[in-house]
T-cell receptor, first 113, second 113 residues
Framework: GENVEQHPSTLSVQEGDSAVIKCTYS??????FPWYKQELGKGPQLIID???NVGEKKDQRIAVTLNKTAKHFSLHITETQPEDSAVYFC????????????WGAGTKLIIKP | EAQVTQNPRYLITVTGKKLTVTCSQN?????MSWYRQDPGLGLRQIYY???????DKGDVPEGYKVSRKEKRNFPLILESPSPNQTSLYFC????????????FGDGTRLSIL
């Protein structure tokens, strides 16, 4: 079955710098890749997603890239701000099932002032 | 306000004492699911429901039950809780399936002594 690995588990960056979180997946038929942000005491919230027919997607300071050949996708946050501090999860939707997302283990992003 | 509401938010109980965690959504979503979140393991799906009276097992269903008698409600039942079910639980919903944004509740922290 599908397996999603997420790295790093913790990322500390200076405010204003960029942050990159990477996920790899195993099922080449996976077709939907969302990223969620989880703030302390809250549930995860979708911040950006990408489908397998697209290579890159941007939304202001956030972007996601997908490399289907290498089976990895990455979250890029530019000009980081204190409110970006959170846990970020990637996920992949395996081919053949729309009902079970497979999640990465999460990355704790720390923005240093 | 569109939301997913879980109750209780926190519960400490003892082994073997049946408990129910309620989940309600006000967005008329067809799809609902339950996850547990444990450090280093990300989110693991327990059960999901595609619509009223239609449920299926996720990755870690052992020791849990669910029901979907109404579209808005999806309770999680632990008939005989054990310490290994101590975890942070999230309910989520979406319009149809996991191919769309999931809306999460704020979580229920369960401690089974």
């Amino acid at each position: 079955g599908e397996n999603v690995e997420q790295h790093p588990s913790t990322l500390s960056v200076q405010e204003g710098d960029s942050a990159v979180i990477k996920c790899t997946y195993s099922d080449s038929a996976s077709n939907y890749f969302p990223w969620y942000k989880q703030e302390l005491g809250k549930g995860p919230q979708l911040i950006i997603d990408i489908r397998s027919n697209v290579g890159e997607k941007k939304d202001q300071r956030i972007a996601v890239t997908l490399n289907k050949t290498a089976k990895h996708f990455s979250l890029h946050i530019t000009e980081t701000q204190p409110e970006d501090s959170a846990v970020y999860f990637c996920a992949a939707l395996p081919g053949g099932s729309n009902y079970q997302l497979i999640w990465g283990a999460g990355t704790k992003l720390i923005i240093k002032p | 306000e569109a939301q997913v509401t879980q109750n209780p938010r926190y519960l400490i109980t003892v082994t073997g004492k049946k408990l129910t965690v309620t989940c309600s959504q006000n967005m008329n979503h067809e799809y609902m699911s339950w996850y547990r979140q444990d450090p280093g393991l990300g989110l693991r799906q327990i059960y999901y429901s595609m619509n009223v009276e239609v449920t299926d097992k996720g990755d870690v269903p052992e020791g849990y039950k669910v029901s979907r008698k109404e579209k808005r409600n999806f309770p999680l039942i632990l008939e005989s809780p054990s310490p290994n079910q101590t975890s942070l639980y999230f309910c989520a919903s979406s319009f149809r399936d996991n191919n769309q944004p999931q809306h999460f509740g704020d979580g229920t922290r369960l401690s089974i002594l």
